[in-house]
């Protein structure tokens, strides 16, 4: 009986291990590194705006050089917009490193991006769209005549109901800026030059103690500063290195806070930093934060995470534990029926994406074995034909269309012949095996070289 239970406990224990990983969902980006995750809520879509880690790390230091956007509209498949701005953005600096994390906010139909560079300040860009292009309206940085310009790091921006903006930030002292109506300048006559500094109480911020012995508050940086149910939220990495992630609440933007507490704890998967946005959409609250899982435990390549999380009837947040498994899909399926850029991926193995003005954005550097999975296809009635816009300078590659799993039911084949240039474009397609309801989708590479082809997009007949 013992040996049965045992048996019983390997069983389930394997089963359970093997649906976390065929539905891992974390982290929500796998073509490159994202850290320092900044959502926003705009017209049914959640657009992540995230800082990059690059594949190469220079000098065993955080080596970021520019921001990148992903948008959803149901949680699990995230389309990528590429690198939507970055440190040539800012003709007047001539700094190739420290795009570090960045917030973005609408306003009257434009959209200001909060970034940091490291030791030059904070500054804002503006676009039209959320995906950009973005350009400096400034010439200069935002925030001007700080004492310690290497510490304006990690702006967190919120307009509450009363039409006034603020701008927070820094490490390891939280400032803010009442901004203008014009989001790119700000009231000079509060604080020292227009920029107060929130008082660093324990009641505040809670205490921690330093190497030297001596009491300090937990705040460290990253802040997330919004407004939910008339209670003022600033979460924030805490307790230094390695980082929690604490928040203190206040009846009003400007304080008086009070600590509340952890959110997330330590687990092994997290990085050195930690850095979270929390947003509300279609009725769910979502935490996002980063950690270094991908890279196998390097604290330089991180990646954006999510998980679900419900507000106690009081408005505190309760802990909330990083997995593998992520959020649940929140919304209907994917439509096929229509264009679905390759790049609209709940998970992938082995690709990069890339983008020119002429395509937008691509999946790049695919390879023999590497594959796309698009979670929740609704086929519908039936769909009998796969078509697939895609460029190569070989011939004889294959995208194998699979349900269920890699090794899932196979569909169909689709063969990529020759385009004459891996950046000439044609469409090609292939007959599917008719398939109804709705399904897991999985493209799976196959040549006999590397860099077989790029992909933009994919639709079902
Ligand atoms: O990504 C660079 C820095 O690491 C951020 O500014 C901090 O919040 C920490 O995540």
């Known amino acids: 009986m013992k040996q049965i239970n045992g048996t019983k406990t390997i069983f389930v224990f394997t089963a359970c291990l093997l649906t976390m990983l065929l539905h891992a969902q974390n982290p929500i980006v796998q073509t490159y590194y994202t850290a320092d995750p900044a959502p926003m809520v705009y017209n049914g ?40 701005a970055s440190l040539k953005n800012f003709a007047w600096m001539d700094k190739t490193n420290g795009a570090w994390a960045p917030q973005c906010i609408e306003r009257n139909g434009k959209f200001y991006l909060y970034v940091p560079i490291h ?72 604080g020292k030059n227009g920029i107060v500094a929130v008082g660093m109480t324990t009641e505040a911020f809670g205490a921690k103690e330093g190497r030297d012995g001596k009491m300090r508050t937990t705040y460290t940086e990253g802040p997330w500063f919004y407004k939910r149910n008339n209670l003022y939220y600033m ?44 947003i509300d959409f279609k009725g769910n609250s979502y935490f996002f934060y980063h950690d270094q899982d991908l890279s196998k435990g390097q604290g330089f390549k991180r990646s954006v995470s999510v998980e679900q999380f419900m507000y106690n009837t009081d408005g505190s947040i309760p802990l909330i534990i990083p997995t593998k498994e992520g959020v649940k899909q929140s919304a209907s399926n994917l439509n096929p029926f229509k264009k679905v850029e390759a790049e609209t991926i709940a998970w ?46 070989l011939a004889g590659s294959q995208i194998e269309i699979r349900i269920g799993g890699v090794d899932g039911e196979l569909l169909g084949i689709c063969e990529v012949n020759n385009t004459g240039d891996i950046q000439n474009w044609a469409v090609q397609s292939c007959k599917l095996k008719k398939t109804k309801g709705v399904h897991d989708l999985y493209f799976i590479f196959r040549g006999s070289e590397d860099n077989l082809f790029n992909f933009d997009w994919w639709m079902l007949k």
């Open 45 to 84: 879509t959640v657009y992540l705006y995230t800082s990059h880690d690059e594949d190469e790390t220079v000098k065993n230091f955080f080596t970021m050089y520019d921001w990148r956007c992903y948008s959803t509209t149901d949680m699990v498949n995230w389309t990528d917009h590429g690198a939507i």
């Open 119 to 190: 030791g030059e300040g904070i500054s804002v860009l503006v676009s039209d769209s959320p995906t950009g292009p973005f350009s400096d309206p400034l010439g200069k940085r935002l925030i001007v005549d700080s004492e310690n310009v290497w510490n304006d790091i990690d702006p967190t921006v919120f307009i509450d109901d009363n039409g006034q903006a603020y701008l927070f930030w820094g490490n390891p002292v939280l400032f803010y800026v009442k901004l203008n109506k014009d989001m790119i300048s700000y009231d000079r006559t509060i």
């Open 235 to 278: 979460v924030y990495a805490a307790a230094g290195i390695p980082e929690y992630i604490a928040y203190s609440t206040a009846p009003s933007a400007e304080g008086p806070w009070t600590y509340k507490g952890f959110i997330m704890e330590r687990a092994p998967q997290l990085a050195f930093t930690n850095h979270s946005g929390i």
């Open 348 to 393: 992938s193995e082995g690709l990069k994406t890339a983008s020119d003005s002429k395509t937008g954005v691509y999946v790049t550097k695919i390879d023999n074995g590497d594959y796309i999975k698009v979670r929740s296809v609704d086929f519908g009635k039936g769909a009998k034909k796969f078509t697939a816009s895609v460029a190569s300078a």
